[in-house]
């Protein structure tokens, strides 16, 4: 049975890290009006109405008989082509005011929101799994999976959206989890002077330098017991700058690393985990 104050003093050391931010370009976007379509579809109309009232004008027949009922079909459907012609939204002259009606916006953004309170009530009725599992060499992935449910769940519990694993934040996660334990450091710029940012973009993760990102980095070791998932997570949650980190909108992807062993200055002898958690979003 290990010692209380022991376990205490091998605890969980963290480190905060602040966002790393790059200016975005500015963009502007436009969106096309209504009046376009319904002014092409009025001179379609006034196109066939000039055709049909020639087409009246010149009518002839054989007999009187056929030429009057020829004209009265003509003139009826010259009648109800002004008609159709001078129905509401038809006329050229309402054309230059934008009916509410017609934006499609606030219907797409109310289908959007409402997805997004479906993914997040989701979350939230979905309990972690292996969220007490110790790291081990075979159980890696899994406990990986639990770090990003539970960092998920608090986010879903600040009606914030999941973030989505990205493959390179996992590759800069997992290798700074692995140099940590092979220089026996703990701290978000390595001895060499290289930065999260210098990790990340080594990955590809940033495609251009003119594109701005956000980046932001978490760390964590412990020992025995307190090396789970549950354990790290809680320690972030606690801790202001992890949580700004964790609950951050800006970020929509994550990546974590996971290394069943901590650096030998830090607990010599003692069996443990070191996390690290990056989080981004790419501004083009």
Same mark, same amino acid.
């Given at each position: ?10 605890? *969980?050391?963290? *480190?905060?890290? @602040? *966002? ?20 092409? =579809?009025?001179? /379609? ?22 030429? /009057? ?18 129905? #509401? ?15 499609? &916006?606030?219907?797409?953004? !109310? ?23 110790? #790291? !081990?060499?075979?159980?890696? $992935? ?5 770090? *990003? ?10 009606? !914030? ?5 990205? #493959?390179?934040? $996992?590759? =800069? ?5 692995? $140099?940590?334990? =092979?220089?026996?450091? %703990? &701290? ?36 025995? +017991? ?37 650096? $030998? ?10 996390? @690290? +958690?990056? %989080? ?5």
């Amino acid at each position: 049975m290990l010692n209380p104050r022991s376990l205490l003093a091998t605890l *969980l050391s963290i *480190l905060s890290c @602040a *966002l790393i931010a790059a200016g975005a370009p500015a963009a502007a976007y436009g969106r096309s009006g209504s009046s376009g379509p319904r002014a092409s =579809a009025s001179s /379609r109309h006034s196109r066939q109405a000039r055709r049909l009232r020639a087409g009246c004008l010149s009518s002839s027949a054989r007999t009187a008989r056929r030429a /009057r009922a020829a004209s009265r079909a003509c003139h009826r459907r010259l009648a109800r082509l002004r008609r159709a012609n001078s129905a #509401p939204g038809t006329n050229p002259a309402s054309i230059a005011s934008p009916l509410p009606s017609v934006d499609p &916006a606030p219907a797409a953004e !109310e289908s959007s929101a409402q997805r997004d309170a479906a993914v997040i009530a989701s979350i939230l009725a979905t309990p972690c799994q292996n969220t007490e599992v110790t #790291p !081990e060499a075979g159980n890696v $992935e899994v406990v990986k999976a639990a770090v *990003l449910c539970l960092i998920n769940r608090k986010r879903a519990e600040d009606n !914030e959206s999941p973030l989505e694993p990205a #493959p390179q934040l $996992e590759e =800069a996660a997992e290798g700074h989890c692995q $140099e940590l334990i =092979a220089d026996d450091y %703990f &701290a978000h710029v390595s001895p060499s002077g290289e930065t999260p940012v210098d990790r990340i973009r080594s990955t590809g993760y940033i495609p251009s330098p003119s594109d701005g990102y956000v980046i932001g980095e978490n760390l964590a070791w412990g020992t025995y +017991q307190l090396a789970t998932a549950q354990s790290i997570v809680s320690a972030w949650i606690a801790s202001p700058g992890h949580l700004a980190n964790i609950l951050e909108a800006q970020y929509t992807q994550t990546g974590i690393g996971v290394t069943p062993a901590v650096p $030998e200055s830090l607990a010599p002898g003692a069996s443990g985990a070191t996390y @690290a +958690q990056e %989080f981004g979003v790419i501004i083009p």
